[in-house]
Each structure stands twice: as C-alpha cells, then as structure tokens.
C-alpha cells in the first residue's frame, strides 16, 4: 500500500512543521488523531506559523476538506443505517480510501473504504508521532519528493474511470475547472468546484429518453 | 501550549465531522432519483481529475512544475507506451 507509506511521510513532515509552528509534540498528534485530514492539517498551521489567527485557520482548513462535500454526496447511496450511522461511516474518507473504494457508476465498496482508511490512519498517527517527536534529526521528508506518488496514485485510478465518452469529457472539465482556479481562489476551492463538471450527468438523462422516444 | 491550539484543534476536527458527514446524512439511506445518480457517477472522474492536476500543477495559489509534475508526466508516459505495445 504505497500510498500509506506516503502518507506516512507526509505524517512525518507535519509532525515537523508543527513543532516549528509552536505546536507541542502531543499537540501534533491530537490534531492527527481527531482531524486525519493531511491537506487540512498542514493548511491550518501554515497560517498559525505566519502568525494568522485561529478563526482564519479553521477556515483555510474548511476550504481545504470541501472537497469531501461532494465525495460524501457520491458515497452517501452505498452507506447503510440510520443517520447517525451514516455521519459515523462518512467520516472515514480520506481522498485515497475514497478513490479505492469507487466501483465505478456511482457505487463504493464500503468495507474497502473503511479498510484502506484504517491502514492510513495508521501511518498518519506514526508518522506525525516520528515527525513530531524527532522531527530535528530528520530535517524536511517532503525534501524527498514522495509526496509525488499522491498524483501519480490518483491518475491510475482516473485512468480507470475513463471508460467512455462522457467520463473523459468530465474528467477534462474537471481539470480545466481546477487548474483555472488555482491561482484566483484560495487552496482547497479548486477541487470542490471542479464538481461542478459532473451536474451535465443530469442532462444525460433527457438526451436518452429523447433518444428512446425518437 | 496556548488554549488557543485546543480550540483550532476542536474547530478543525469539527467542521471536517460536519463536511464529511453531511452527504451521506443527507442523502444516504434512500433510492436517488435517477437524474442525481448519472451525477453520482461522475463525482471519481472530476474530482481525480482535479485532485491529479492540483497536486501536481499547484503550490499553493502558484502553478509550479515540479518532481510532482514529473512524476505524473513519468505515469502517463509510462500507460500509453504499454498501451501501444
């Protein structure tokens, strides 16, 4: 599972640049082990570190998660139970469970979600405590450039999803979208926006029926 | 350790509770109208899609190239050379 390897690493660095932000060593593991959302973490004490306030974090690290609106939108038909039940299952995405867990057509295995999850949360928590812990020996892991294998990771399973016509035009959409976005808003809004590609799958439907009836 | 972490660290773990539970509260346990599952189905191909590009194309509010890009560009090249073999 290399991915969890490198969020490991990952784990490692935060748990560094979290000392460096004034965090205490236990500190970094608390918010590793009650927030388990990377991007989220490093977004929030980036701005604690430039001397941003709390409430600035907190939002920096809302933008960050938004993306899991629309994953959890996805996920949400493959989650049985009652509501709480549900808010307890949803709660354990993280981007590279969610993307094992797709079947493809709209339909997640969730038992492969809580699985791959549960190996990452793993690896988060060590890492951070490492990184945290004997972060000065270690100097920056990201120096490494494993953090590479997260996009290399996600376009094997995009290119899995590429199935036809519709799929590669979305996907293409969704690029466009994030890329365009990128330098205009703040970080985490890029990904979230790009959702906005998928509402032509309500389209679809017309131009079938329309089919059928012709 | 100033309280103020405590409270970043409370505000972050709740507004990533709520984020994250509010799609399958709100929408699981039940049949979707057909119209929102063609949209369910294409949530993998946008969002990796942006995860892939933002990832490896951004810094931040900057887009850089870097050991990121590179390994991405290693990938695709790496897919289309097995795939015309």
Partial sequence: MPYALAGGVLALSFGVLAREAGFSALGAMVMSAIVFAGSAQFAAISIIAAGGGVGAAIGAAALMNSRFLPMGIALAPSLPGSAMSRAAQGQTVVDASWALANQGDGRFDRFHLFGASAVQYVTWLSGTAIGAFGGDALGDPRDLGLDAIFPAFFLALLLGELRDGRARGVALAGALIALALVPITPPGVPVLAASAATLVGLKRRHARQAGQRA | ?85
Avoid: Y
Avoid at chain 2, 42 to 52: C, D, E, I, K, R
């Fill in chain 2, 1 to 85: 350790m100033s309280g103020e972490l405590w409270v970043l660290f409370a505000g972050c773990a709740l507004v990533t509770f709520v984020i994250k539970a509010a799609g399958p509260v709100a929408l699981g346990g039940r049949d979707l109208p057909p119209r929102l599952n063609g949209v369910i189905a294409l949530m993998a191909p946008a969002l990796l899609a942006a995860l892939v590009v933002t990832q490896a194309l951004a810094d931040g509010e900057r887009l850089h190239v870097g050991a990121d890009t590179a390994g991405v560009a290693a990938r695709c090249s790496w897919r289309s050379a097995s795939r015309s073999s």
